[in-house]
């Protein structure tokens, strides 16, 4: 499955320095608004502990882990959703993505090009949600004069009838916290099994990127920053990430080796990276599982709560078109016994019918017939 993550933020916070960062590309991160125009794309892969051992278990030739897409999406300013900025072009961009990460300064410098004379990542997350929610009005607007159509074609048929209407009901709610400028509000209203209006920008699922300064990294010295800790205390700890992006940057482009001693010789005690893809992977509601054999590992990211054969259907259509059966047996299991046949003696293994949810860190073997 193809996820995608945008990094979205005021000019000059740090998301292009980032990007490159993550992705160990090379896009452009100069000192001056708008240096980033078009979005950029580029995939990264996410840390998983246990591909290398199911390698080792299978003597397998190569891995394939997961990996999660990357969007640098350029600097949105006040006034974007009236086109200011070229803001209309960059929320088209913000609307593609699965995931929002929202980049904000949280450190003093005065060589860096500004609209504003103090740091304040309250200010600058509230003027990119107002965008957001400004160009979602107008959004549902269109979505409303489409909505009377389905009503009138509806009028003898109740079920569909009934889901419109709940959904009209819902876009009033929408409307008044668009309105009020309530993002938390619009936030809850999206989770609703109504919300088929999840174009919505502002509804979407996001992160907060805390850009602390490389001095900061050292022994967790960000936990004194009172702008960081200013969004913990607003988002909770688990929706923001610290991370130096110039100090991310700098150690992308080494050798590993160098990269490990440096970042030693820094105090850092986590990559602000891996916790960047691990908590993008975590919060878009995704798990992993494995094909395994002696050719290849294979991590599959899907959907929590989907069955083996929709998960067979990620693998080729034709698995899940023809799907018969699976083998099943996670790989905690494996890790104790050692083997797939001592999995097997130990009573671990299974064959599962297609309505079988999948867990986290199932190795699956499909069986099926087309």
């Keep these: 499955m193809s996820i995608a993550a945008g990094l979205v933020g005021l000019p000059n916070v740090g998301k292009s320095t980032l990007f490159n960062a993550l992705t ?3 896009v452009p991160a100069e000192n001056y608004p708008f240096c980033t125009i078009d979005p950029h794309m580029a995939i990264t892969t996410v840390p998983d502990a246990r591909i ?3 390698q080792k278990i ?3 030739q190569k891995t394939i882990p997961a990996s999660v897409q990357f969007v640098d999406i350029a600097g949105l300013v006040r006034g974007a959703a009236t086109g200011q900025g070229l803001g209309n072009q960059f929320l088209s961009h913000i609307r593609e993505v699965d995931l929002i990460l929202h980049v904000l300064r949280c450190f003093e410098d005065t ?4 609209d504003f004379d103090q740091v304040d990542p309250h200010r600058d997350f509230d003027i990119i949600t107002t965008e957001l929610m400004l160009k979602d009005l107008d959004s549902l607007e269109k979505r409303k004069t489409k909505l009377q159509h389905s009503l009138k074609a509806a009028q003898n048929k109740p079920a569909e ?4 209407e709940l959904e009209q009901a819902l876009i009033v709610e929408l409307e008044k916290a668009l309105n009020a400028g309530n993002f938390i509000k619009v936030q809850e209203l999206c989770k609703s099994p109504y919300a088929r209006n999840s174009f919505l920008l502002s509804g979407k699922s996001f992160l907060i990127i805390a850009n602390v300064s490389e001095t900061e990294i050292a022994d967790n010295g960000y936990e004194t920053n009172k702008n960081y800790q200013a969004l913990v205390q607003r988002f909770g700890s688990e929706s923001v990430i610290p991370v130096s992006a110039r100090l991310e940057y700098e150690l992308s482009v080494l050798p590993e080796e160098e990269r490990h001693e440096m970042a030693t010789m820094m105090g850092m005690k986590q990559s ?3 916790s960047i893809i691990e908590k993008t992977y975590a919060h878009l509601g995704l798990i992993t599982f494995f094909t395994c054999g002696p050719k290849e590992i294979h ?3 899907i959907s929590k709560g989907i069955t083996v054969r929709e998960a067979a259907g990620e693998i080729h259509s034709d698995l899940e078109r023809g799907f018969i059966c699976a083998d099943v047996f996670n790989c905690k299991d494996l890790f104790i016994a050692g083997s797939e046949a001592k999995v097997k003696d130990a009573g671990k293994m299974r064959t599962e019918g297609q309505e079988y949810i999948v867990q986290d860190g199932d190795v699956l073997t499909i069986k099926f017939n087309v």
Aim: without cysteine; hydrophobic residues 25%; glycine residues 4%.
């Design 111 to 114: 060589t860096i090009t500004s």
């Design 299 to 301: 991590a599959w990211p």
């Design 161 to 164: 009838k009934k889901e419109l």
């Design 52 to 54: 290398s051992q199911l």
């Design 58 to 60: 299978y003597n397998s």
């Design 24 to 26: 160990k590309s090379s």
């Design 272 to 274: 602000g990276l891996s």
